[in-house]
């Protein structure tokens, strides 16, 4: 059983290392030192490793604070609401962990901190007067005339309220820096991340007795060591901090989907991928993909960034993007751009005005704008207008309202029915929370391992320094699984297509007449696949598609799978696909089954629904 949760972190300013530029951001030292951004540090971290996910605190604190330290006075909205972002780290072995933050700002209190800033600050109006002087007297000799001009170098506010906000003075202003509270997992259960941090965030600065009897410290340890990961086909409620320390606990939901009855789980919500980009983007994206182009998504938001690279990449199941992918691309690693390899990045800028270079195999999408820049020669999805008018079908359904771009049609004028969808627990063992610093309970053993966790955890909590409270702004219960539902109708869909698409391709495939290890060692010049027989069996309208997609890594690699289940090792993606594809047969006559030359829509997802259904409704304590 895995933990929900591997480390509880916290990110921000050093104050022994003091104001360290951050070498990769643009004209840091060309702007004023309040817009600058500054080398952020792991400043704690509980466990101190883990091995089967070692600790990697140069990428964890690069994509916690993904513009570094940022410093603002109380001119600033530093009282607004934290900001929450997930984020993705693969290692070399491969693995992947996924990481959470909430991002706020603390007042810095550090008196040799706050000098230095007003040293910084002295500096730059120096060097900027300089500049003005000598480009004055440039002009001076040259046109004639005083220009008012800047270096172009310096960046300046065009109004004098935005100029005052830049500036800092250390007799007058409060000081506050940017700081991260996060989790890393190896699972993302994106919702009970979020309801964790944001909940911890508002109850540190509130002086309380917990009149429920659970300290802070008790549920960063319980969700630490105590609450593990549920079985397949089974799903619990885990205990997390309330809103305010006078409320009882906030309950959130674990699942874990069974194959090969469901899909896998997903925790971002596509419903906001659809809400931003619209259907005709987000169709030619996943066509994108397919066709194993390079992908480049930019947003301001990194939490954009996540949904969409995490969203779009789930339809492709039960095929899984085998390259580079890195959904926030730190800007140390901006070079990786350059890499003549599909890929899919996100690109964390705030700045709208991004040159892309017109690559033939480049797809941009920026998030922000709604728009997309398409590679050359790119084939069509087949039956591309059924297939987008049944996900607006499932858009209607669940009210979700889109972007509608000229290029859609309305789903009844292209296809008259669309997908219905429906509108016991064994005896399980009760999470436990202990609090050792509760009054009402004795304490760990002095020494004990657990009394020595548990004290780490209460300094890491109380250092986090929180000085502001906020409204509870967490997501109602309601809406999350009906987010879960909505993912789970849209990924259907989009299962559907390959099921039909390939429901014929074990037909095709070469099993090897030699014995796994010899295949294993000379696969990679063999012909695993009849693609010229199985394209002569689709219609003439979707072969070019379909064939490039055949050239795919990620189609080779659903058909070694296939090889490789007759050796015994069953790939979960591969179950669930066989499964459906057994299923399709079934309903339509067995295994002689003729290809239809019309639109299928979904059917699986009324079965699917009511198995999520159950989970979600009865989930163990």
Known sequence: MHKFVDYFVICGLDFDSGLEPDKYSEDNLHVSPLERSYKGKVLAHYPENIQTNPFDASAVCMLALPSGLKFRTQKHSVTQAPNFHSFLITREDGKRCYGFSLIFYEEVRNRDICTAMQTLQAMYITELSSGLKARALQNTQNQGPLSRSLPRHFKLTHNPSGAALTYYD????????????????????????????????????????????????????????EVELPGPGKSILVHLPPSDPQMPPTSAILQNPSPPVELPHLDFPLRLMFLWLGVDIVVQLFTCLLLENQVLLRSSDCQRLMVVAEGVTSLLFPFTWPHVYVPILPASLHHFLDAPVPFVMGLYASSENIKVASEASLCYVDIDKCKVQLPEEMGAFPHLEAFTAEIWSVLDKYSVHVPNSENSRNAQD????SCTLPGRPQNRRKLSIHDTLDNDRPPSPPGSARSEALQRIADIVRRTGVALDQNDTSQPSDSYIEDLRFNNSIREIFLNRFVHIFQSYENFVIFPNQDKEDWFNSRDTMQNFDKASFLSDQPEQDRLFLWRFLESQMFATLIDNKILSAWGEIDNNLLIFDNRIKFLKQRYGGENLMRSLCYEPCFSAHDTQKTHRQKVEQPRL
């Open 170 to 225: 250390i007799s007058k202003d409060k000081l506050f820096v940017s700081k991260s509270i996060g989790i890393i997992c190896q699972s993302a259960y994106v919702q009970a991340a979020k309801i964790f941090l944001e909940n911890l965030y508002r109850c540190v600065p509130k002086k309380s007795n917990y009149p429920y009897g659970l300290s802070l410290e008790s549920y960063v340890f319980n969700i630490l060591y």
């Open 414 to 417: 292209i296809m008259s029915r």
